[in-house]
């Protein structure tokens, strides 16, 4: 039963290309954490892309990043225990009510930098807290080291793609073929399958302790046209990186040292997937105000333990709004 609400941005065609279904799960998964958020599409023009906005409360400003083949709604955990701050979820490119991006030749790390500054600037947001997921954490330390200015603090939940050295797995590197890649993204998987994948990426904890429709509007947040092309090609570039000369993407023990804004690094215990823990940790400690917690689960591991993950966050947070008061 799709509700009046989603009907009407549905037929208002604020978001073109995205199916009700989507919508109406999207809004349930909210709903169950209690969560009404608004949403909007924000049109830039450097980089030229429309991203779609999921907002709720106020206080302190945190814009949210989300893992490639996520949603926004995942973080509906999280966010349901940051009630004194302004949360603004982005659907990253690609994905949900976003437009798709094709990143062959784009140097990554320019792009989203600048899709960032031009967003806070919509928003009116001098600065931001940035809190992202996997690559989106790895984005917010790009932003931090490249425009401080602009960056509060950053949160950055599971491995960094590869900020700190990760070594993606055959799955990621199989979806970044030019030929191939689009193709397996593109095909319509059923749901069973679905979970595998997601499972294999997140661990398998995470996907049983989900709550109901998480894994539903993550597979619909990546049904929409682009997706395929947007994934792929980003991966691709991301790849290429290590192998240019001089190597890119991933953050040298120097520019980590530079990084001064203060730096939540928020690591499962059962994600090693990717990158060992201990490396990881090295990393975080080359900061000057970096701060490495170790918590309960795999490599979204909200998901697995909210509670744990969730007071980590809000500690930090409400740590640095006090220091700056």
């Known amino acids: 039963m799709i509700s009046p609400a989603v009907e009407q941005i549905w037929r208002s ?83 949900g009510g976003s437009a798709a991006v094709d990143f062959g030749g784009i140097d990554l790390r320019q792009w989203h930098n600048k899709m960032l500054i031009a967003l806070l600037d919509q928003l009116s947001l001098p600065s931001a807290h940035v809190v992202g997921h996997s690559y989106g954490g790895m984005i917010g330390m790009w932003l931090a080291l490249d425009a401080p200015t602009r960056v509060r603090t950053v949160v950055s939940i599971g491995t960094p793609s590869l900020a700190f050295g990760a ?9 970044a073929m030019r030929a191939v890649g689009p193709l397996m993204l593109r095909s319509a998987m ?39 092309t947007t994934a792929s090609s980003y991966l691709r570039e991301q790849f290429r990186g290590p192998r240019a000369t001089p190597p890119c993407y991933q953050l040298t023990d120097g520019e980590l040292a530079r990084i001064e804004r203060p730096v939540l690094v928020v690591w499962g215990d059962r994600d090693t997937r990717y990158q060992p823990i201990e490396e990881g940790r090295q990393k975080a400690a080359l900061m000057p ?13 909200w998901l697995d333990n909210t509670e744990a993950s969730a007071r980590v966050v809000a500690s930090f947070l409400d740590h640095a709004r006090a220091a700056a008061a």
Request: proline share 10%.
């Open 167 to 175: 070594r993606p797995d055959l799955m990621f590197r199989a979806s």
């Open 13 to 95: 065609g604020v978001i073109p290309n995205v199916k009700p279904t989507f919508l109406a799960t999207e809004k349930r998964v909210f709903g169950r954490f209690g969560l009404e958020p608004s949403g909007r599409l924000i049109e830039l023009a450097d980089p030229p892309v429309s991203l779609r906005l999921l907002e709720t409360g106020i206080g302190e400003p945190v814009v949210f990043l989300h893992g490639i083949s996520l949603a926004s709604a995942h973080w509906a955990p999280i966010i349901a225990r940051l009630r004194s701050n302004r949360c603004t979820m982005i659907d990253m490119p690609g994905h």
């Open 190 to 228: 059923p749901g069973f399958v679905h979970r595998a994948v997601l499972a294999r990426a997140l661990g398998r904890p995470a996907i049983k302790a989900a709550a109901p429709g998480l894994i539903r509007v993550a597979y619909l947040a990546t049904r929409r046209p682009g997706f395929a």
């Open 289 to 301: 105000q970096g701060r490495f917690e170790l918590v309960p689960g795999g490599h979204a591991p």
